[in-house]
């Protein structure tokens, strides 16, 4: 138990017990957030990011709103992607405790990284007594981190950050950053025949075959010293109705995975001009890389604070995958921002998937060691 009573195994076990598969319940379970947070004297607010459906929110908590010196920031997400159809050792939510470990849906990712900063940020609250502590829990990551960007839009909802971290599942390492994700759909439009009549048509189908292979040569070249090349893969081709109606539609998706210093629009055009006339390109999602200079004083301290609470030195590293720092990242362009939270990120989206017990608790006390450090 931490000084105000709440324990991170708990908190985070209560978390799998509320369902949001597929971002379903999202509003209850940070609802539920948000009530002990107000009574520790957050202030909370909800930002709505889906006009259709009320229960798809983001929490917003500020310790102190009108604080107006820069505050650390902590993010993370409360939805968890879907069951699979295999069957799980244990319902995959009743939040199960054995071997020392959580078990559940969303137990790594990322339900014990949020309840990891909510029990930190709960403990340090006695001693930030007129200061801003910002906490950002949002729905609809696992759907192109939908509820991050969607209050991205809006910088005051943040007040000042000086300092990020972003509690995905890295088995506590900090990560300085991750590539950006282009994903571009080529589309190209035909008119419908039978197909016993190829001539009446227009075939859409036909139209994109040689505008796929030109793709497919395409490779463009841009690397980083730790997030390696862009990547470029064509990864779904469309078209048809039946065996025997000519295609007035094909699409193709584009899944390109960029490093810093690329420009999004610039590839998206040139992309656009090698797929050639008549096919048309839309962008389904649009984050640049993130990247944190490990050599930036916040960094820093971070470093040596993780040195001495795990007796080694932290590697410098960064993921390929993308996450919400991107959202944060492009409402504060130098806002150092480390990922980092407890639990295998192998685990996340598996069955069985589980949270090591002992390592929520170390997240718990180094998000508390940053905190304090970074008011001190
Ligand atoms: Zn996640």
Redesign the pocket.
Same mark, same amino acid.
């Given at each position: 138990m931490s000084a105000n009573g709440l324990d991170v195994v708990e908190l985070a076990r209560e978390l799998v017990r509320l369902n949001t598969v597929d971002g379903h319940g999202e509003r209850q379970a940070l609802a539920f957030l948000a009530e002990t947070l107000e009574e520790a004297g957050f202030s909370c607010s909800f930002d709505g990011y889906d006009a259709e459906d009320a229960d798809k929110v983001s929490l917003i908590a500020r310790l102190c709103p009108e604080d107006d010196k820069p505050s650390m920031f902590f993010g993370g997400?409360i939805d968890t992607v879907p069951l699979g159809d295999a069957l799980w050792r244990y319902d995959p939510l009743e939040g199960r405790i054995e071997g020392g470990r959580l078990y559940g849906r969303g137990s790594c990712?990322?339900k014990a990284g949020v309840a990891a900063f909510v029990c930190a940020s709960l403990a340090c609250v006695p001693r930030l007594r007129g200061r801003d502590l910002v906490l950002h829990i949002y729905g609809g =990551?696992?759907f192109g981190c939908r509820g991050s960007l969607h209050a991205a839009r809006s910088a005051a909802l943040f007040g000042s950050p000086g300092a990020a971290v972003i509690a =995905?599942?890295t088995s506590n390492h900090p990560l300085f950053g991750h590539k950006g994700v282009l994903w571009l759909a080529f589309e190209t439009f035909g008119r419908t025949a039978h197909g016993s009549m190829p001539e009446q048509g227009d075939n859409a189908l036909a139209r994109m075959l040689p505008a796929a292979c030109r793709l497919l040569d395409a490779s463009p070249r841009a690397s980083h010293p730790l997030m390696g090349s862009c990547t470029m893969a064509l990864t779904s081709m469309r078209a048809g109705l039946n065996i025997n109606s000519i295609p007035d539609k094909a699409v193709l998706t584009v899944d390109m995975r960029t490093v810093p210093g690329q420009d999004h629009a610039g590839l998206r055009d040139s992309l656009a001009t090698l797929a050639g006339d008549g096919v048309s390109v839309k962008v389904m999602q649009d984050l640049e890389a993130v990247w944190t200079d490990p050599g930036h004083s916040w960094c820093r301290q971070a470093r040596s604070l993780l040195a001495s609470l795990f007796g080694v030195e932290p590697e410098i590293a960064c993921a390929r995958y993308f996450?919400d720092a991107a959202a944060a990242r492009s409402l504060f362009p130098d806002l150092p921002i480390l990922i980092m939270g407890p639990g295998d990120p192998g685990m996340?989206h598996k069955t069985d998937e589980f949270c090591a017990l002992n390592d929520m608790r170390a997240a718990t006390s180094v998000y508390e060691a940053l905190i304090r450090a970074f008011y001190l």
């Open positions: 997400h990712d990322m =990551e696992e =995905e599942p996450t996340a």
